[in-house]
């Protein structure tokens, strides 16, 4: 994470010393194209071929793209053409990458410990954007933008070997998979991917008091559709990538917990990312609270957002995280309503603590349920889906809402937006599923 920060921030450098602000800005967005069209794609090579093979594998394609431009960059004034290469070849890079670093956490951790991993990998996003930032600027300070690059290939390279030493376990045989059936392991009728299932545990229904009630095999089955038939990899049984993609497709649709929470997302992303993005600027222009009140508002929201992966990587488990998670999202859409008519940076500051807080607990919660009710076979393109409808939809909410407050101004747009990021909490609480849903004990 730290070297992807430094690699951003090398690139915009060196865009916008090689060509005109709309162009540096093409080059910014172009990895976008790639990645959003490759990423259902990425998932089913995750769950084929295993997250550990193929993270290591894009890592170090990352690693030899970025060391490359550091290369011609010490030799040569490479222009834009290349940059805007590596912006394309990072993205399809990152189509690959995400969903199989999100079925990683399934493949080396008990379920009942993924909630905390959720937390961790939060603390960790929220280090990398504090530490990476300042890095990239002392690397171009030092040397121009070869340095950055060459920086960014070493912290990217420094992570080959740690994802090498990480170990998972196999896949069970179908007779270890026959004898779970009794005790919730759950899934669909087309397994392709290797993914394990007996280092996480036998899947539990995805109700949490379905088990409780002592439903039967097939009622709890229905929660996340029929149980899978064999624990091969799709790759060795010759399945075909087609057929792994659509069958990943339908296993999410058909299933009663990620299916409404995919909604959630979608609403989530888009409400938020406008405000906080854009919106927040123009609201600090606006109330002239300056540079200086902006970024201070921002990092209350990083406080507030860290301070949520800290409590959850702590504790681990939150009781009844489907009806906490609807709660979080309510609240916190009302603070992002409220942040638009904060009399003073003071103000402002407290409230964007409490978003960032309200949002990072919710978002952690909405990501462990993600990880827990899925089945580990199919968390690669589980992962994929749910980062398309983030990468899809979320930067939309940008230019729509930088075009609604200038025709509307800040207030009305932050109070839109605070509504759309609360019909998340409403979709939870409508769905008794995704609202009874519980974390692994």
């Given at each position: 994470?730290?070297?992807?920060?430094?690699?951003?921030?090398?690139?915009?450098?060196?865009?916008?010393?090689?060509?005109?602000?709309?162009?540096?800005?093409?080059?910014?967005?172009?990895?976008?194209?790639?990645?959003?069209?490759?990423?259902?794609?990425?998932?089913?090579?995750?769950?084929?071929?295993?997250?550990?093979?193929?993270?290591?594998?894009?890592?170090?394609?990352?690693?030899?793209?970025?060391?490359?431009?550091?290369?011609?960059?010490?030799?040569?004034?490479?222009?834009?053409?290349?940059?805007?290469?590596?912006?394309?070849?990072?993205?399809?890079?990152?189509?690959?990458?995400?969903?199989?670093?999100?079925?990683?956490?399934?493949?080396?951790?008990?379920?009942?410990?993924?909630?905390?991993?959720?937390?961790?990998?939060?603390?960790?996003?929220?280090?990398?954007?504090?530490?990476?930032?300042?890095?990239?600027?002392?690397?171009?300070?030092?040397?121009?933008?070869?340095?950055?690059?060459?920086?960014?290939?070493?912290?990217?390279?420094?992570?080959?070997?740690?994802?090498?030493?990480?170990?998972?376990?196999?896949?069970?045989?179908?007779?270890?998979?026959?004898?779970?059936?009794g005790t919730g392991l759950v899934g669909t009728g087309e397994r392709p991917g290797v993914d394990v299932v007996d280092a996480v545990g036998p899947l539990e229904p995805a109700v949490g008091d379905a088990a409780g009630a002592g439903g039967s095999?097939?009622?709890?089955?229905?929660?996340?559709?029929?149980?899978?038939?064999?624990?091969?990899?799709?790759?060795?049984?010759?399945?075909?990538?087609?057929?792994?993609?659509?069958?990943?497709?339908?296993?999410?649709?058909?299933?009663?917990?990620?299916?409404?929470?995919?909604?959630?997302?979608?609403?989530?992303?888009?409400?938020?990312?406008?405000?906080?993005?854009?919106?927040?600027?123009?609201?600090?222009?606006?109330?002239?609270?300056?540079?200086?009140?902006?970024?201070?508002?921002?990092?209350?929201?990083?406080?507030?957002?860290?301070?949520?992966?800290?409590?959850?990587?702590?504790?681990?488990?939150?009781?009844?995280?489907?009806?906490?998670?609807?709660?979080?999202?309510?609240?916190?859409?009302?603070?992002?309503?409220?942040?638009?008519?904060?009399?003073?940076?003071?103000?402002?500051?407290?409230?964007?603590?409490?978003?960032?807080?309200?949002?990072?607990?919710?978002?952690?919660?909405?990501?462990?349920?993600?990880?827990?009710?899925?089945?580990?076979?199919?968390?690669?393109?589980?992962?994929?889906?749910?980062?398309?409808?983030?990468?899809?939809?979320?930067?939309?909410?940008?230019?729509?809402?930088?075009?609604?407050?200038?025709?509307?101004?800040?207030?009305?747009?932050?109070?839109?937006?605070?509504?759309?990021?609360?019909?998340?909490?409403?979709?939870?609480?409508?769905?008794?599923?995704?609202?009874?849903?519980?974390?692994?004990?």
């Open positions: 994470m730290i070297g992807d920060n430094v690699y951003y921030l090398a690139l915009s450098w060196a865009a916008v010393r090689a060509g005109s602000p709309a162009q540096a800005g093409l080059v910014m967005t172009v990895s976008a194209v790639p990645r959003a069209l490759l990423l259902l794609g990425g998932g089913v090579i995750a769950d084929r071929f295993g997250p550990r093979r193929v993270v290591i594998g894009s890592d170090a394609v990352r690693c030899a793209a970025v060391l490359t431009m550091a290369v011609l960059f010490f030799s040569t004034d490479p222009g834009l053409w290349p940059l805007a290469a590596l912006a394309v070849a990072f993205g399809t890079v990152d189509a690959v990458f995400l969903p199989a670093v999100g079925a990683l956490p399934a493949r080396v951790t008990a379920r009942d410990q993924l909630a905390r991993v959720q937390g961790m990998r939060g603390l960790g996003a929220r280090l990398a954007s504090v530490v990476g930032g300042p890095l990239g600027g002392l690397g171009v300070a030092l040397g121009g933008a070869a340095t950055a690059f060459g920086l960014a290939a070493l912290l990217i390279a420094v992570s080959i070997p740690l994802l090498v030493s990480v170990r998972i376990r196999e896949l069970p045989t179908d007779d270890d998979r026959t004898g779970a059936v095999t097939e009622e709890q089955s229905g929660a996340v559709g029929p149980r899978e038939p064999s624990g091969e990899p799709a790759a060795a049984r010759g399945g075909t990538a087609w057929r792994d993609l659509v069958g990943g497709l339908r296993y999410v649709r058909g299933h009663r917990v990620l299916a409404p929470l995919m909604l959630v997302i979608a609403l989530g992303d888009l409400g938020f990312v406008g405000p906080l993005n854009v919106g927040l600027a123009l609201l600090a222009d606006e109330r002239g609270w300056g540079a200086a009140g902006m970024g201070w508002t921002l990092a209350g929201f990083g406080a507030g957002a860290g301070a949520a992966s800290l409590l959850l990587a702590v504790r681990g488990r939150v009781p009844h995280a489907g009806q906490v998670a609807a709660h979080a999202i309510l609240a916190g859409s009302v603070a992002i309503g409220a942040l638009a008519f904060a009399p003073g940076v003071f103000a402002a500051v407290g409230t964007a603590v409490l978003v960032g807080l309200l949002a990072g607990l919710s978002g952690a919660l909405c990501a462990a349920l993600l990880q827990t009710q899925s089945d580990p076979a199919y968390l690669g393109r589980v992962t994929a889906v749910a980062s398309l409808v983030s990468l899809g939809l979320a930067p939309l909410g940008m230019p729509l809402s930088a075009a609604a407050i200038g025709v509307w101004g800040t207030g009305p747009v932050f109070v839109v937006s605070a509504a759309v990021c609360g019909l998340g909490g409403v979709v939870i609480l409508c769905f008794g599923h995704l609202r009874r849903a519980e974390l692994p004990r």
